[in-house]
């Protein structure tokens, strides 16, 4: 009897400790989850609809042009040409003055401002021609001096009027030759009385050719270097004789690109070609970056604009959900825009609603971004 009573006392006990040991577990199982770190996916940030975040370095790299919108809507001329300095962007730095080379302050490659200093000449001749100013200058005082003695005297009637006229004349001749010797001075780089001369550069560039030498010889007018601005460039396009005529100042021009790009272009110049026969040369100044010095182009010239108003490369508009879009740049990306088209000619589209002519827009590469978009509209549906 007393065994049973352990025996079953020792069971209730048992029976206790796995009560009191499952509601333990019971409650850390309760806490757990309200402990347990949140492993799941961070909510996605909200996507703007129709908008591809992607800068103008990244876009580039990615294959995708910007072209500004055209006008027209009307035939077209396509012109070869390329790109060249500008009038009065190029200049050729000649000595003034025979002279030995003392000093080169630049080399070829170099950046200069306008005034610069480029070589410095040590000059016999304009040692002569400085020494004629110091000359001329004193007989110009010494004529002024005995002028104004005269003419005193004439007023006290010591001399006669002629005399004093003479005097007059005298000191206007030697004021004349001052003038003649210092414009002589300043046309030989205005040396000092030791015939040292600087010469400066007449524009603001890079020097593309350095001919001087320490130490050499240069003879008046021979050329000592070459400066161009390379920011100052302009197209050259080839009109032929049958459209040479339509072609007008003012109009404006779509620049094709070496790397298939568009670029914008005003026309300033139409002036007849050294082949003759009516042709004609076409300058055009860019109205935003254009390609290298050199580079060769093409050109499409509106001639005879129709009713339509803005065109863009067909290219440029995509479909997107049944409508017609392009993707007009932004600062920080491209905007999927709507638009109403016309007519399609000679690789343009006529836009008839949804922009305004000032956009600049993707040309090539257009399709990468509608496929970029619908990434991103599919991520955000997910």
């Known amino acids: 009897m ?10 209730a006990t048992a029976l206790t400790a796995a009560l009191g040991l499952g509601y333990g577990v019971g409650r850390l199982t309760d806490k757990a989850p309200a402990q347990a770190p949140d492993h799941g996916e961070k909510e996605a940030p909200p996507h703007e609809e129709g908008f591809v975040a992607l800068g103008a370095a990244d876009a580039a790299k990615a294959g995708v042009l ?8 009307g035939s077209e001329l396509v012109l070869p040409g390329r790109v060249a300095l500008a009038a009065n962007a190029s200049a050729a730095l000649g000595a003034p003055v025979s002279g030995t080379v003392e000093r080169v302050h630049v080399a070829a490659g170099d950046r200069v401002a306008a005034g610069g200093a480029i ?4 000059s016999a001749e304009g040692a002569g021609a400085r020494a004629s100013v110091d000359a001329a200058e004193a007989g110009a005082r010494a004529a002024r001096a005995a002028a104004a003695r005269d003419r ?4 006290a009637g010591v001399v006669a009027r002629q005399d004093w006229e003479a005097s007059q004349a005298a000191a206007d001749k030697a004021q004349a030759e001052l003038r003649a ?28 050719r350095m001919d001087a030498r320490v130490g050499g010889f240069l003879t008046q007018g021979g050329l000592v270097a070459e400066i161009a601005d390379q920011a100052q460039v302009e197209y050259v396009l080839d009109a032929p004789p049958a459209s040479a005529d339509a072609i007008h100042v003012g109009d404006l021009i779509a620049v094709q690109r070496p790397d298939g790009g568009q670029a914008g272009a005003r026309i300033i110049a139409v002036a007849p070609s050294a082949l003759g026969a009516g042709a004609a040369v076409v300058r055009a100044k860019p109205t935003g970056p254009a390609p290298q010095i050199g580079a060769i ?4 010239v509106v001639l005879a604009k129709g009713e339509g108003g803005l065109t863009v490369p ?19 990306g491209f905007r999927a825009t709507s638009v109403v088209t016309g007519r399609t000619a000679a690789g343009s589209v006529e836009i008839l609603k949804g922009l305004n002519g000032g956009e600049t827009l993707a040309g090539k590469g257009a399709f990468r971004l509608k496929a970029e978009l619908g990434k991103g509209e599919a991520g955000h549906e997910d």
């Open 2 to 11: 007393t065994n049973r009573t352990w025996i079953l006392a020792g069971a």
């Open 297 to 300: 182009v093409s050109a499409r």
């Open 314 to 332: 067909s290219e440029a508009v995509q479909t997107l959900e049944g409508r017609s879009v392009v993707f007009v740049a932004e600062p920080k």
């Open 181 to 208: 010797a210092r414009a002589q001075v300043a046309a030989q780089g205005a040396p000092s009385a030791g015939g040292v001369a600087v010469l400066r550069a007449p524009i603001a560039g890079v020097v593309t």
């Open 152 to 155: 005193r005297l004439f007023e």
């Open 119 to 122: 070589a410095t000449l040590r």
């Open 66 to 73: 910007t072209v500004p919108v055209g006008r027209g809507g």
